[in-house]
């Protein structure tokens, strides 16, 4: 059950111990990896309260950049500082990085390796079932009466069926909480300890002084990677679903660094190994070095895109992190926080559908009647070990309540011992 409030801090090596267990379970794409945080954070280990998780939720929701990534770089800071914070979002994005990473290196050099793809297959089905369980999870706490349930089905028939943007839809949510809240705003006090400005001017020169060095440097083809990929970040609003066509159109076909297939391939990768899912712009970089000038400018590019997509997440969270209990002390601000919240419960709704629409079958086409998008499995490409899988990782989590490294590295060991049938 969730705490009432808060059990004292943890010491740094006990936090860092438990960002490290996150890290390294944040399979599946937001839905899942903000399940696993909850989890440890919220209720086995009481840090945060329940408002505080879903404070900190809404307000990512409103940033650029990858929600799940600042969720856990807040949390680490709420409870150490800037240097809780670096922690606890090193740990969440390096694990997975590396193994992106290795898998990007194996790739270029020997195309798919069949016992990975059926490994990370068994991993894909218990992580429909960890993002079915957050779901109703999150259901339950931050939907509190019609309105939320109203808005929650809005937001998911908004951007599943009618493809409506991201922050149109969070915006018009906060609109719709601010201006339905009865009470008014006292005068706002400024935050104690809060310095925007200095955090952004370090942040900011943080983030830009690799790209500056390496193109004082005259290395043309760094510099082109740092630009584009900085740019991303700054417009990845929704997570890397949102911007993953922008992506795929400038990489694929304007600058013709890998293709298509190859595109659709690290997609794959980076659903389906730790941390989140913008990894995809890790395996993009390596592919756009490898093939423009071997392994070695294939890592450069890799590792830089990492710098330049992950650095904003500490600017936005160091900036605004002093900020986001203080406006839920504000009952407008709280009103729009709390519809963005229910929101966010159709906006997971969708990226758990979508996710498990592309695990239990092989192809889904994407069908446009006048406004409308439909997705549409083939009945005849449903993967059969996927449900047995996806089965027996419902079992195991939900009513045996295992632990979920375990079952991570059962259902893996079950996917490459179908994969032999």
Not at 87 to 115: C, D, E, R, T
Not at 236 to 252: D, H, K
Not at 264 to 287: K, N, Q, R, S
Request: charged fraction near 10%.
């Amino acid at each position: 059950m969730s705490n009432l409030q808060n059990s004292p801090d943890p010491s740094l090596s006990e936090a860092t111990r438990v960002f490290m267990r996150i890290g390294l379970l944040s399979f599946g794409g937001p839905a899942a990896q903000i399940a696993v945080m909850h989890r440890e954070l919220v209720e086995e280990r009481p840090w945060l309260t329940e408002q505080q998780f879903l404070n900190a939720l809404s307000f990512c929701m409103l940033l650029p950049g990858p929600e799940a990534t600042q969720i856990a770089t807040y949390a680490g800071w709420r409870l150490h500082g800037v240097k809780g914070g670096l922690i606890a979002g090193l740990l969440f994005v390096v694990p997975g990085a590396l193994v992106v990473l290795g898998l990007a290196i194996g790739y270029a050099l020997w195309g798919k390796i069949p016992w990975v793809e059926a490994m990370f297959l068994g991993i894909k089905a218990a992580v429909v079932v960890i993002v079915i369980e957050a779901l109703l999870r999150l259901a339950r706490k931050a939907l509190k009466g019609w309105a939320h349930w109203i808005i929650a089905g809005l937001s998911f028939i908004g951007i599943f069926f009618l493809t409506l943007p991201f922050p149109l839809i969070i915006l018009m949510a906060a609109l719709y909480g601010y201006a339905t809240q009865r009470s008014a705003d006292d005068p706002l006090p400024h935050p104690k300890g809060a310095n925007p400005l200095r955090t952004i001017v370090i942040w900011l020169l943080i983030w830009w002084a690799p790209v500056a060095v390496l193109w004082a440097m005259g290395a043309t083809f760094l510099t082109q990677i740092g630009v584009f990929f900085a740019k991303l970040a700054v417009v990845t609003f929704g997570g890397a679903y949102a911007v993953l066509a922008y992506m795929t159109q400038a990489a694929v076909f304007e600058h013709g660094w890998l293709t298509t297939p190859q595109m659709m391939d690290g997609l794959g990768l980076a659903e389906t190994t730790p941390g989140p899912l913008i990894l995809v712009t890790e395996f993009v970089a390596f592919m756009a070095g490898f093939g423009q000038y071997g392994l070695g400018m294939g890592i450069a590019a890799a590792l830089l895109s990492l710098w330049v997509t992950f650095v904003p997440c500490y600017l936005w969270i160091f900036t605004g992190a002093p900020y986001i209990e203080w406006i839920a002390t504000r009952p407008r601000l709280r009103g729009a926080l709390s519809a963005i919240t229910a929101a966010v419960v159709g906006v997971i709704l969708n990226l758990s559908l979508w996710f498990a629409l592309h695990v239990f079958f092989g192809r889904v086409t994407v069908v446009k009647h006048g406004p409308l998008t439909l997705f549409t499995p083939d009945l005849a490409t449903l993967d059969l070990r996927v449900v047995v899988l996806a089965l027996l990782s419902g079992v195991m989590i939900l009513r045996l309540h295992m632990d979920l490294l375990m079952v991570l590295a059962l259902v893996a060991l079950g996917g490459v011992a179908l994969a032999q049938i």
